[in-house]
């Protein structure tokens, strides 16, 4: 049977290397659709090389161009946002490859979630925001998520050396990015240049700010403890600067069982599309006689606010989550133009939530109206500085 793929999010940087991954896995893997915001061009080029049947492009404006571009009868075009969830939605999707920056994919993924697709999710917002709502929905409806974020890859792999009530902590590692040894009064000056250059991983400019600050590290946790169901206290972080080892589950008889690989998200992508089965494919081999040494520590929580925050968001749970991310995305936004400083983005995060009244129930329509006010108050933050 020939695995049927929606790229949600395909010209960004998970989305190219999926389609590579694509490209190795060979005949028994198809890609049935293709989506991207305003990158018309690279999608336009996408659509001819892989006869997609449908693509589409979030921002309606662009439609047109995507129209000229493409000029092929057989391949659909839809428009808008909520085209997302009418490609992830088709029958004939096997797996939905979520891929899209921030927040946006979440109705798309839920709506998936809900007609029992696979969901590769690449990017940890969805998760992070409505975790427990989109893992119910999903398992209820005979659906699996997978995880091809790094570090949640690992965990999983790991995870199947025993059950879920034998783990005793699952330990997250971290690069630590360009601050990894910083002091907290360091970072008050950093450049965008500076949270810019990330050591180890290339990546987009939201994600590679979010690894600066550690906020990535921070909805990782949440992240962790949604799709895994585990209580939070029994999550942890490791800074491991070379990511070799991209997490570690330790069991309660004393065993840690950790996945190593070089840092290639190709690895992930790969394994979300083809568990449970193991193939050979384009991710670099790991020597670890080349590496020589590994090293680890524990994360510095003066420097990295967003770490402790994480776990007082994740007990709170509710709209605090979306709270989180949504003032993160729009703090990023500000300071990646230039607007706010590099301090200031995890500042206005929580402030944001110190000010929101937690609402406990969550509906999408709850934390779509969470989101939305977190990033209003980010934004007036913004201009009074
Ligand atoms: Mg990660």
């Not at 449908?54 to 092929?72: E, Y």
């Not at 989109?134 to 091809?148: A, C, F, M």
């Not at 700010?209 to 906020?215: E, G, H, Q, R, V």
Request: proline share 5%; with cysteine.
């Amino acid at each position: 049977m020939v695995k049927q793929i929606a790229i949600l999010g395909s010209t960004g940087s998970i989305g190219r290397n999926a389609l590579q991954v694509i490209d190795a896995l060979g005949p028994g893997y198809q890609v049935v659709a293709l989506s991207a915001h305003t990158n018309v061009q690279l999608l336009a080029e996408q659509a001819r090389r892989y006869r997609p049947a449908f693509v589409a492009v979030t921002d309606t404006d662009c439609a047109p161009q995507l129209g000229k571009l493409i000029a092929d009868p057989d391949v659909e075009i839809l428009a808008g946002p909520d085209s997302l969830a009418d490609i992830a939605q088709l029958e004939e999707v096997d797996i939905v490859l979520a891929a899209v920056v921030g927040a946006a994919g979440l109705p798309a993924i839920l709506a998936a979630g809900r007609k029992g697709k696979r969901l590769a999710i690449a990017n940890k917002e969805p998760l992070v925001i409505a975790g427990e709502l989109l893992r119910k929905e999903t398992e209820k409806n005979g659906g699996v998520i997978l995880p091809v974020d790094s570090e949640h890859s690992a965990v999983f792999q790991a995870m199947q050396s025993g059950s879920p009530e034998e783990v005793k902590r699952i330990i997250l590692t971290g690069s630590g990015g360009p601050f990894r040894e910083a002091t907290a009064r360091d970072i008050q000056n950093a450049t965008l240049e500076e949270a810019l250059s990330h050591p180890v991983w290339s990546m987009g400019p939201k994600i590679t700010i979010d690894s600066a600050t550690m906020m990535n590290k921070a909805f990782e946790i949440i992240e962790a403890r949604w799709l895994f169901d585990m209580p939070v206290e029994k999550i942890e972080v490791l800074i491991h600067p070379e990511s070799i080892v991209h997490s570690l589950v330790e069991f309660v008889d004393g065993s840690t069982i950790a996945q190593l690989g070089e840092p290639d998200m190709c690895l992930p992508i790969q394994y979300a599309l083809t568990y449970p089965a193991r193939v050979a494919g384009i991710a670099r081999e790991l020597r670890l006689e080349e590496i020589g040494q590994l090293t680890f520590a524990k994360p510095n929580l003066d420097t990295f606010r967003a770490l402790s925050l994480a776990y007082e968001v994740a007990r709170a749970g509710g709209t605090a989550p979306v709270v989180f991310n949504a003032a993160n995305e729009a703090a990023v936004e500000e300071f990646l133009a230039g607007r706010i400083k590099f301090v200031s983005i995890v500042e206005f995060i929580e402030h944001c939530l110190n000010k929101h009244s937690i609402k406990a129930t969550v509906s999408l329509e709850e934390l779509l109206e969470a989101d939305a006010w977190a990033r209003r108050e980010v934004t007036e933050l913004a201009c009074s500085v």
